[in-house]
């Protein structure tokens, strides 16, 4: 079982900043793939980006060159910088993983944490 606990979001104008974070239960060095998705009202959720064990890094077109992911294996954690917000990226963005357990995979989401961006 792995519990995932976002922080950091909240309400910023546009152009601003917000760096959100994801708290895993558990170590996070042996997760294949940790992200971050994000669901607006009225819209199906979408990746916004994803980091493998490995570091490599996958974005949406929509943030590439606003966004950057991060993990910090030490401490468990995945962040998320959120350069030059703009209306368009308020949402209740959620913390993913998907884990090897056994001899199959499991998903596990966060509770998600709403960030707000005002014109």
């Known amino acids: 079982q792995v519990r995932l606990v976002e922080s950091g979001g909240g309400l910023v104008q546009t152009g601003g900043s917000l760096r959100l974070s994801c708290a895993s239960s558990r170590s996070i060095f042996s997760f294949n793939i940790m992200g971050w998705y994000r669901q607006a009202p009225g819209k199906q959720r979408e990746l916004v980006a994803s980091?493998?064990?490995?570091?490599?890094?996958n974005y949406a077109d929509s943030v590439k060159g606003r966004f950057t992911i991060s993990r910090v294996n030490a401490k468990n954690t995945v962040y998320l910088q959120m350069n030059s917000l703009e209306p368009e990226d308020t949402a209740v963005y959620y913390c993913?993983?998907?884990?090897?357990?056994?001899?199959?995979?499991?998903?596990?989401w966060g509770q998600g944490t709403q960030v707000t961006v005002s014109s």
């Open positions: 993913y993983t998907n884990v090897l357990e056994g001899t199959s995979f499991r998903n596990y």
């Open positions: 980091i493998t064990r490995g570091s490599s890094t």
